[in-house]
Antibody, heavy 124, light 108 residues
Framework: EVQLVESGGGLVKPGGSLRLSCAAS????????MSWVRQAPGKGLEWVGH??????????NYAAPVKGRFSISRHDSRNTVYLQMNSLKTEDTAVYYC???????????????WGQGTMVTVSS | SYVLTQPPSVSVAPGQTARITCGGN??????VHWYQQKPGQAPVLVVH???DRPSGIPERFSGSNSGNTATLTISRVEAGDEADYYC???????????FGNGAKVTVL
């Protein structure tokens, strides 16, 4: 079964740090482009960033609101992708979803597998 | 940055057809993907690359894309189709991804 399971969410104070993990199974992780998407309470979906597969260069890119504060990495032998979040702000409060890009479909850059999400609350 | 605009809400009676639009500058030149999100659940891809359905998605879901508007069409709407729907594209110039603001479909 194709699956993504996020973990690591919780309550953190402004200025603090948190690392989210996303464990993948059921597909060839080493070839997958991975992304993080977030959703603030009552709001829409917002792309956070992505990491390409190592065969495709392993490069990352981030949305403007998180650039310089968030970083994405991957550990292919563990089938896991991480989101390191530093200098957190109250506006980073959201459910964070891990997703694959064009992995189980023939799509051009669609998010085709999603995890169940993990809640991050930034509050004093 | 590229902007996608959706109507906040669409209302439809059961058995009728719902059309959800997604507006963007020359969006017809891009591949548009659509997601369904029910309350408390993760999004699900229902249409990719303008018109294609992933395995397991009913044929009632279809898409089109031309000019400055992409459209997700849900035929023979059922109560279970009530959800938020988001369009999405990739902005190749910045290697980033953009979502529409989302449209809430209400089944009357």
């Amino acid at each position: 079964e194709v699956q993504l399971v996020e973990s690591g969410g919780g309550l953190v104070k402004p200025g603090g740090s948190l690392r989210l993990s996303c464990a993948a199974s059921g597909f060839t992780f080493t070839n997958a482009w991975m992304s993080w998407v977030r959703q603030a309470p009552g709001k829409g979906l917002e792309w956070v960033g992505h990491i390409k597969s190592k065969p495709d260069g392993g490069t990352t890119n981030y949305a403007a609101p998180v650039k310089g504060r968030f970083s994405i990495s991957r550990h292919d032998s563990r089938n896991t992708v991480y989101l390191q979040m530093n200098s957190l702000k109250t506006e980073d409060t959201a459910v964070y979803y891990c997703s694959t890009i064009s992995t189980v479909t023939t799509s051009l850059f669609a998010f085709d597998i999603w995890g169940q999400g993990t809640m991050v609350t930034v509050s004093s | 940055s590229y902007v996608l605009t959706q109507p906040p809400s669409v209302s439809v009676a059961p058995g009728q057809t719902a059309r959800i639009t997604c507006g963007g500058n020359n969006i017809g030149s891009k591949s548009v993907h659509w997601y369904q999100q029910k309350p408390g659940q993760a999004p699900v891809l229902v249409v990719h690359d303008d018109t294609d359905r992933p395995s397991g998605i009913p044929e009632r879901f279809s898409g089109s894309n031309s000019g400055n508007t992409a459209t997700l069409t849900i035929s023979r709407v059922e109560a279970g189709d009530e959800a938020d729907y988001y369009c999405q594209v990739r902005d190749s110039s910045s290697d980033s991804y953009v979502f529409g603001n989302g449209a809430k479909v209400t089944v009357l």
